[in-house]
Nanobody
């Protein structure tokens, strides 16, 4: 069984920083892409950033100059460094991984989400 567990969310003032982490564990054969999504109250879930196992990363235009995605493949971990946070960044942040569990096929997995609240 595969699990994704996020951490690092919390309450921060505008202009502050947070670093989210997401660890994938279980019977993992291979991790392809890891990504961060977010969902604000009353809005659809949106893609924030992706990082494939090889190739270029993607960061949404709305956060491009402030957020950075990175991975530690040895630890099956993806990070999201968020700087100069704004109230509009308030949302539940979800980790997503496209991976292959042992003896199965590629599939998408989600973490439980971590709340980020930015006060003005």
């Amino acid at each position: 069984q595969v699990q994704l567990v996020e951490s690092g969310g919390g309450l921060v003032q505008a202009g502050g920083s947070l670093r989210l982490s997401c660890v994938a564990s279980g019977n993992i054969f291979r991790i392809n892409t890891m990504a961060w999504y977010r969902q604000a109250p009353g809005k659809q879930r949106e893609l924030v950033a992706t990082m494939p196992s090889g190739g270029s990363t993607y960061v949404a235009d709305s956060v491009k100059d402030r957020f950075t995605i990175s991975r530690d493949n040895a630890k099956n971990t993806v990070y999201l460094q968020m700087n100069n946070l704004k109230p509009e960044d308030t949302a539940v942040y979800y980790c997503n991984a496209n991976l292959r569990a042992t003896l199965t096929w590629d599939d998408n997995y989600w973490g439980q989400g971590t709340q980020v609240t930015v006060s003005s």
